[in-house]
């Protein structure tokens, strides 16, 4: 029986140690995460952190001892003991938490380990995990000298309890309702709502519109005027809202990388818009542009439709490492998943929407509306359970193909559905004719047209192609169809001159309405070590891609797209010349984009000062 509670207490002594060394772990990559990123709305990242890493710590020290137990045929003192479970619970953790940083802020997540980098690399980590195991031991070896484990029992309910009250004292995630205030400078304007439908290709749109029966896309379309060769100049989420929003190339903004967030120094379409006396909301359900990311500036209200994050995680917790580890776990052994804990769909945003609009605001106002349907998780609806996500599912089956598309078009139907609910909603409330409306998307999606599926590592037109209606205020020129270039850059330059206010400097796009683009079509993208750029000039699109990429694209790519619209017989080993000639304008435009930022160059329109300064 003695023997049996030495052991009891030998093991409780290393899982307490343990605990304490995961939640000193899990606060450490907090504050790193904290320190790295834009002002999100709450901490509580700490305190899941402490948590979290703290059971993790907790389950491998209780491991470790049982196994050291044995091997030590019980002779192992609680000392012994208490200085092996922090180890165990620190040596792994911050191995692990260290080289997925590392390799999402520093490598773009590509990281190998067969090379001369890459060895170095996981040496350092491996050092530095072994520093932070030794530093471990000094903390609980004065901790048992102190009081033993009532001692390390106090470091770990003082660390939770600090953890807490970071979340807590930060947690601004329930916003106040915004007194709305008078703006007689912007007096007669027109509303501007710009709606941004997320991975909606140009040719699912078209699909669409289409359809038999009320569509949202087909009354926008009735209405305003399509631009039918709109292209993206990124293929993920981030870097294509940042420049829908701020007219500027990704190469400008820099929100290019998973950990990249919207520098302050970006002017964004909402601080034109409130400088100039428009009352200024958001709707958005993307971590991608949550305040995390600081997409939040220059908006009186900004709304993120946070999802049901798993494990009680909340919005900044997702940045951890852990929950990444713990969401793909999740997701391979469960065999239903459910929307919410991705996204708020259609409906809930449209809800939100909806009941904004009833409280009637402040005229003229600017809202930005971003449904995340048709996105994955492809889900079947109504919703079963059933759906297919990236996450889990990163390389489907190429026989799923149609299975997937057919997914997919399901869920662009059903968010066409609510589409055309809010456009009833605004024509209900009389909004819709004194209100410009401009409905596109941030990306396009991949069926393996190239191989490959989702987006974000490739730049071929299903993926760069995006829809675009423009609805202006008492539109001359309902149902127009244009065929001339329009860009994601163009639109915030749009939207500003139609609403009549000074276009300011800093955007990189041209009003659309006013002018034609002449100059190559220009995206870029660097994501998961795909380093990509692709330049179009009239019918000719250039892509390059690093060598080394994962993706295993050819460094060279060239298309006639009037000949081979769907991109399949690259020229360029037998049109050398003009890959040549291309390579040539890229310089050139890259150049007058450096210039323009630098403030040497001016626009083609008319240009207003920074409405900040």
Excluded at 141 to 154: D, E, H, S, T, Y
């Amino acid at each position: 029986m003695r023997t049996l509670l030495t052991w009891i207490r030998g093991l409780a002594t290393a899982i307490l140690a343990g605990a304490l060394g995961g939640a000193l772990v899990g606060v450490g990559e907090s504050a790193f995460v904290s320190l790295t990123s834009a002002a999100a709305d709450e901490y509580w990242l700490f305190l899941f952190g402490a948590v979290v890493y703290g059971l993790i710590g907790a389950a491998l020290a209780g491991a470790a001892a049982v196994v050291w137990q044995l091997v030590r045929r019980g002779r192992a003192g609680d000392r012994e003991l208490a200085q092996l479970g922090i180890v165990a619970a620190v040596l792994l953790p911050v191995f692990a938490v260290a080289r997925y940083n590392v390799a999402q802020r520093l490598f773009q997540e590509n990281l190998p380990l067969a090379t001369r980098e890459g060895i170095v690399t996981h040496v350092l980590l491996a050092g530095g995990a072994v520093l932070a195991a030794l530093l471990g031991i000094l903390i609980v070896r004065a901790l048992v000298r102190a009081a033993g484990g009532l001692a390390m029992a106090g470091a770990l309910v003082a660390l939770i309890a600090v953890a807490a009250l970071i979340g807590a004292v930060t947690d601004h995630s329930e916003h106040p309702v915004v007194a709305h205030r008078s703006q007689p400078a912007a007096a007669g304007k027109p509303n501007v709502i710009l709606i941004v439908v997320d991975t909606l290709r140009a040719d699912a749109a078209e699909w669409l519109r289409q359809q038999r029966g009320p569509s949202g896309f087909t009354q926008m379309a009735a209405d305003g005027v399509v631009f039918d060769r709109a292209y993206s100049q990124a293929s993920w989420t981030r870097p294509s809202i940042a420049t829908i929003l701020t007219a500027e190339y990704p190469a400008t903004h820099g929100t290019v990388h998973k950990m990249d967030f919207l520098p302050n120094s970006a002017l964004t379409l909402a601080e034109v818009m409130k400088a100039q006396g428009y009352w200024t909301a958001a709707f958005t359900t993307n971590i991608n542009v949550a305040p995390i990311f600081n997409f939040q500036q220059g908006f009186d209200e900004f709304h993120y439709l946070e999802p049901s994050f798993y494990f009680g995680a909340t919005d900044s917790a997702t940045r951890l490492a852990v929950y990444k580890g713990l969401r793909a776990a999740r997701e391979k052994v469960s065999s239903k998943m459910w929307v919410e804990n991705f996204y708020q769909d259609a409906a809930v945003v449209d809800r939100n929407v909806e009941a904004w609009l009833a409280r009637k605001p402040a005229e003229p106002f600017f809202l930005f509306i971003h449904y995340m349907d048709p996105h994955d998780p492809y889900f079947d609806i109504p919703y079963d359970g059933h759906g297919v996500a990236r996450v889990s599912t990163p390389d489907p089956a190429p026989d799923r193909v149609d299975e997937l598309h057919h997914l997919y078009l399901d869920e662009a139907r059903y968010l066409d559905g609510y589409l055309r609910q809010l456009v009833d909603n605004l024509k209900q409330s009389g909004l819709y004719d004194r209100s410009i409306i401009a409905l596109t998307a941030d990306h396009g999606e991949e069926f393996r047209e190239h191989g490959g599926w989702w987006h974000g590592t490739a730049l071929y037109q299903e993926q760069v192609h995006v829809p675009l209606i423009i609805k202006r205020a008492q539109e001359p020129e309902p149902g127009h169809q244009r065929s001339d270039i329009a860009r994601s850059v163009d639109i915030a330059p749009t939207l500003v001159a139609t609403a009549g206010l000074p276009v300011p400097d800093a955007f990189q796009g041209i009003d659309l309405f006013q002018g034609l683009v002449t100059e190559p079509v220009l995206a870029d993208e660097d994501l998961e070590g795909n380093r990509l750029t692709s330049i179009r000039s009239g019918d000719w699109k250039l892509i390059t891609a690093n060598r080394d990429n994962p993706r295993g694209l050819a460094p060279v790519e060239l298309y006639n797209l009037a000949e081979d619209p769907q991109e399949k017989r690259n020229l360029a080993d037998s049109a050398g010349d003009r890959v040549t000639e291309m390579l040539a304008q890229l310089e050139q435009l890259r150049a007058r984009i450096a210039s323009h930022r630098t403030g040497t160059e001016g626009s083609a329109t008319s240009h207003a000062a920074d409405p900040r300064s």
